[in-house]
Structure formats: C-alpha cells, structure tokens
C-alpha cells in the first residue's frame, strides 16, 4: 500500500535523500529497502513539486503515521553530570575526571574581570611543548617489546589515530594505562582474528567491535604465545595502518622522533588564541547552589550554556522581540567590562590539563575581583573511548566535554556533557 | 611568596569567603529544551550576498514549504552568522531539530539560484560547537 506523499520543491533529489529527509528512522526496513531500491534521481516534476511515496509492507498505516509523528518530534539522547565539591575535600574526584578524560583537543580558559593573561597561566600555557604526528604507522609497532619497554613503562604515552571517522573508519588509541583500543568494522575484524566484543551502540547485528589489549600483561613476553598470535595478526594477518597523534608525558619526549626516525613524523606545536572580550555580560553564580535560585543566582545547566555562547563568540544582548535571535545571557547577571579568553588546540595530554588547573586554583591567592574562573575542555569526538575505558560513538556529534567552574574559596563545580553514543560520565 | 600570603590575609580575610560547599551530583538526561546546529549555505557558481534577516527568512520559508505554518512556527533562532562564509549557528526547540533538518536539506534554491545547506556539526550543548576535532589541520 502507499499512503505517504509530500510535496517539496522541484530538485533532482535521489530517494535516498527523500527517505532520509522525511523519515529518518521511522521507515520500516521493507518501506527503506524499497525506496532505496529505486535510487536514481526522481525527475524533477514542473509546477514545483515532487510527489514522493513510500511503499511499506507488513504494518499498518495508523502505526506508520504514528512513528513518523513521534519521530519528527524526537531527539537524540544526551546527558549532562553536575558536581559541586571542594578542592580541599579528601573524597574529591577533580584529579579523577581530568586525568581519565585522555584525548582532548582544546581546552580554553576564561578568566572575567582580567585583561591580558597573568603571567603564572601565560608561562603555564606556553609551556605546553608540543606533540607529534607520525604518517602510516602500523599498529603492531605498539606491541613490540622494545616499545613497551621504551616507551609504556616509562609515562604515560598516549596515541590517537587521526582523521579517522569513528562511525565509518577503523579507529586506534593507546591509553596511558597501557590498553591498546581498536574500533573496527566488522570486515576487518572476521579478518584480523582478535579478540573483541561487539560495540554497545552497533545494535542486534553487531557491525563494529572493539578489540581491548593490555599492553601491560606480564603474559605478553616476546616468546609467548599471546604475544606471536598478536604481532601476527597485527603484522602479517592484517596490518593496520593508521597516522597517529602522539604524546609522551617524559622529560624526554623528543626521543620519540629518534625512535620513529624510520616513518614520516614531525613535532606540531599547539595553537594558541587569546582575546579580550569588552563589556561582557556574565551569570552571577554561587558555588553553593548548582541548582540556582530565583532572581539570586543561575543554575549549572544555565551557565553551562552560556560558555557556550561566550567561547562562539555570540551576542547575548538581544531584544525579546528580535526576528533574528532571542537568545540571551541568564538571569541575573552583570556586566563584566573586560575578561579573557584563551584557547589552546592541539593534542592535550590530561597533565598538562592538571597543571593548567592547579595554576587556576592559585589564581585566587592574591585577591581578585572575580568570584570565579573557568577551564573549558573538548574531547575528540572520534576517540574510541571518553573516560576511562567507557565506549564511546559518533552518532550525530561525538560531543564529549567538560568544564571547571573554580571559585574562590577553593570550592569548585565541574560539568561533563556526553552525547548519544556513550556512557555515563564517572 | 610572603607578600601575597600578607595580602591575601589583609585584603580578603578568610571569613569573608563563602564557606566550603558540601559534595552533590546531579545527572540531568536530555534536560536541553534547545538543540545547536552549525550551518553552511553553499551555492552552485557565485554566491549571492544574504544578510542576517535573508538567511534566517530563507530558512523559516523552507520550514513553510515543507512543514507548512507548524514548521515556520518553531522557536528558532539565528545564533551567529557570518556574511562572508554564510556559515551561522541555528538554535532550535528540540523537537523540531527533525523538522528543521529535512527542511534544510530540500532547501535548495535562493532567487533562482541553485543551492545546499551543509550541516557541519550538530549537538544539544552550544559549548560543543566551539570545537571541532575533525578540523584539526595538521597540514
């Protein structure tokens, strides 16, 4: 039966674009199979509009229609974790949620009431060194004895495969715990012959599975059997081949490029961005309440939101009656006249993070105008994990972030937002 | 070292400084009344020139002539645009991101010239599109 039909401008538009404009996810698998059976462009029709019909099989119609309303209605799942705690409390977790957030790709400081950069923070930021990309490195390089020994044992060595699309590449990271991570597709991983578990958002036929491996277990030595079946799978079997961002947290990063002399690899610096923005209007905020209050002080949620604004750079003094954006800043606030911004991009190892947090925390010794700072972080969204081991997805934004609030009296909030492919931050 | 500790003692004595806060968590799921969305308007050949209130107009029509009324009605919000790039950050009600997004992608004429929205990134947090780690250019 066909009972569905729309009308949209004249276009050569293909079914695939039409099933996926009008019903992303409410078609039923024959009603898809079926349109998209029929790719070839529909001939634009004169008179400005297209007729589209889906044929679906095996369901009624009440119950498409149903489905399709509630999906034009839908949106995807997120999730946002709100603490507010103290520096000084024994059972503070800080240190946990910076240090098992592994791969970050900008972090961004905002300090109100500050012109330029103080100096400590300056000196803290351009501090940070450098990183390194090596072009196709195989993954069974990581496996070698020689790089455990060299490398694993001696910090912490993190490494992300880059520009690889989680929701269609194979991806690979190396976490400092020692745990090499690989994402594959379900080809490579029938081919590779390791062992993995299907990925927890691939759904019922599993078509990506992670692969977990421990570089660190005392049973991986050169002539056991775990490690030849490894290194050959990984070297013989079906070589990975992945360009990677590297870092090592060691005085003596730089041995890196010897080591990896044989493969192109260069060292990269981080960008770093600084700007003054004038006559700010920012949320007033008590540590004490992370939920807010009427007319005295914003909630977390709010001022979450509002680093938003301020990091895109977006006008918050608009006119409830504006046709163009009525978004503004929340309730109540005040107008700061200078504050500083400072974004650093590159491959940010959580240590450096934790030093970058540390000098924040002693920007209150000396009295300061502000009651507060904050610290802004952004995860690869392609990373196969967020925190800690927990599996993470593209789905539509790969979103994985978190940011300090950091008062003046040590107390501290922090904000961890995931999106639809992850877990529960820790 | 001793001369700020001084000063911290003069200028901000301890007890003027709220107490410390006790430990709480909240978890909020799918608390966001409002989803972002980063936009490209790209056309075939020479661009045309759009000002804020064209392109917002153009997208509220294409919410009209897919959706009809209900579509054009929906909360939305024309965040940041930029005239050079006609790239600009959409703030939508969460239940018509679907709606905004299938009418995005039929939009695909502006004064008789042809044309496409390219959706660059999309997310329930504003904050998330200030970083984009599929553009990091490492050359």
């Known amino acids: 039966m066909y009972y569905y039909g729309i009308a949209g401008p004249a276009l050569p538009i293909s079914w695939h674009q039409v099933a996926a404009a009008i019903t992303p996810r409410c078609a039923t698998e024959a009603a898809w199979q079926e349109a998209c059976s029929q790719d070839p462009p529909l001939p634009a029709i004169p008179g400005h509009s297209v007729r589209v019909f889906i044929q679906a099989e095996r369901t009624s119609s009440a119950h498409f229609t149903g489905n399709m309303l509630r999906c034009l209605d839908s949106c995807p799942r997120h999730l946002l974790v709100c603490e507010k705690s103290n520096f000084k409390q024994e059972k503070s977790r800080h240190s946990a949620h910076v240090e098992t957030h592994y791969f970050n790709c900008l972090v961004s400081v905002l300090l109100p009431e500050c012109g330029p950069l103080p100096e400590k923070i300056k000196s803290t930021i351009e501090g940070f060194g450098s990183y390194f990309v090596i072009r196709n490195l195989s993954v069974h390089e990581f496996v070698t004895e020689d790089f455990r020994n060299t490398f694993i044992k001696q910090g912490s060595f993190y490494a992300l495969s880059y520009q690889t699309r989680i929701d269609q590449d194979n991806t690979a990271a190396l976490l400092p715990t020692g745990k090499l991570i690989l994402s594959v597709d379900k080809d490579t991983y029938e081919e590779l012959g390791l062992q993995g578990k299907p990925s927890l958002y691939s759904g019922k036929n599993a078509m990506r599975y992670t692969i977990n491996i421990d570089l660190t277990d005392k049973a991986l030595s050169a002539d056991g059997k775990k490690f030849q079946r490894i290194n050959w799978c990984l070297s013989e079997k079906k070589p990975l081949l992945f360009d990677f961002l590297l870092a090592w947290e060691n005085t003596e990063s730089s041995s890196i490029l010897s080591y990896f002399s044989s493969y192109k690899i260069k060292s990269c610096p981080f960008t770093i961005n600084t700007t003054v923005l004038r006559d700010l209007h920012c949320p007033v905020i008590n540590s004490g309440r992370l939920h807010g209050k009427a007319e005295e002080a914003c909630s977390s949620e709010r001022v979450f939101e509002w680093f938003g604004a301020v990091s895109n750079n977006i006008d918050c003094t608009n006119q409830s009656s504006s046709f163009i954006s009525t978004f503004c800043c929340p309730f109540p606030s005040t107008v700061v006249q200078q504050t500083s911004l400072c974004t650093i991009t590159g491959f940010i190892t959580p240590e450096k993070i934790q030093r970058l947090l540390q000098q924040l925390r002693e920007y209150f010794i000396e009295p300061k105008l502000t009651t507060w700072v904050s610290l802004m972080v952004h995860g690869f969204a392609d990373s196969p994990v967020s925190w800690g081991e927990n599996e993470h997805g593209f789905c539509r934004g790969g979103e994985n972030l978190y940011s300090f609030i950091i008062f003046n009296n040590e107390d501290y909030w922090v904000q961890m937002a995931v999106g639809t492919h992850d877990d529960c931050p820790p | ?139």
Request: charged share 20%; net charge positive; with cysteine.
């Open chain 2, 1 to 139: 070292m001793s001369l700020s500790k001084r000063c911290h003692g003069e200028c901000m004595p301890q007890s003027k400084l709220p107490e410390p806060t006790s430990y709480e968590r909240i978890v909020l799921k799918n608390f966001s009344e409002y989803y972002y969305m980063k936009v490209q308007l790209v056309f075939q050949g020479e661009s045309v020139p759009l000002n804020a209130a064209q392109f917002k107009l153009l997208i509220v029509n294409a919410l009209r002539t897919l959706h009809g009324e209900v579509g054009s009605s929906l909360p939305l919000d024309l965040l940041k645009y930029n005239e050079d790039t006609l790239c600009a950050i959409l703030r939508i009600s969460s239940r018509g991101l679907v709606k905004l997004w299938s009418a995005l992608t039929l939009c695909g004429r502006y004064q008789h010239r042809e044309c496409a929205f390219r959706v660059i990134q999309t997310s329930p947090f504003l904050l998330a599109l200030a970083g984009n780690s599929r553009e990091l250019d490492l050359g």
